[in-house]
């Protein structure tokens, strides 16, 4: 079994920055593909960034593209993402996510952490 707990969330001003970081625990993350997923209130989770077990690929969704980078450190088993330009419509409950399955469904992947909040403010 792997537990994720996220932290880093919290409130900002449209233009700031924050990083996110994300512990793993129970066993080794370092062969499963690790993503972002975010969930808007009244909307669907969605993709928002994921690195290979290597760290050697990267994904993002269209909408952070340029703004935010994932990135991972298997000898400590964490991932981060590191979120510039922050835009209101990026306020959400941020959740991290370890799966061995493909990139942008969420049903890939088999461990989710409880969430942390992120939210700007115009």
């Known amino acids: 079994q792997v537990q994720l707990v996220e932290s880093g969330g919290g409130l900002v001003q449209a233009g700031g920055s924050l990083r996110l970081s994300c512990a793993a625990s129970?066993?080794?993350?370092?062969?499963?593909?690790m993503a972002w997923f975010r969930q808007a209130p009244g909307k669907e989770r969605e993709f928002v960034a994921a690195?290979?077990?290597?760290?050697?690929?990267?994904n993002y969704a269209d909408s952070v593209k340029g703004r935010f980078t994932i990135s991972r450190d298997n000898a400590k088993n964490t991932v981060s993402l590191q979120m510039n330009s922050l835009k209101p419509e990026d306020t959400a409950v941020y959740y991290c996510?370890?799966?061995?399955?493909?990139?942008?469904?969420?049903?890939?992947?088999?461990?989710w952490g409880q969430g942390t909040q992120v939210t700007v403010s115009s």
């Open positions: 996510a370890a799966g061995a399955g493909g990139i942008y469904r969420i049903g890939s992947y088999d461990y």
């Open positions: 690195i290979s077990w290597s760290g050697g690929s990267t």
């Open positions: 129970g066993r080794t993350v370092s062969t499963y593909r």
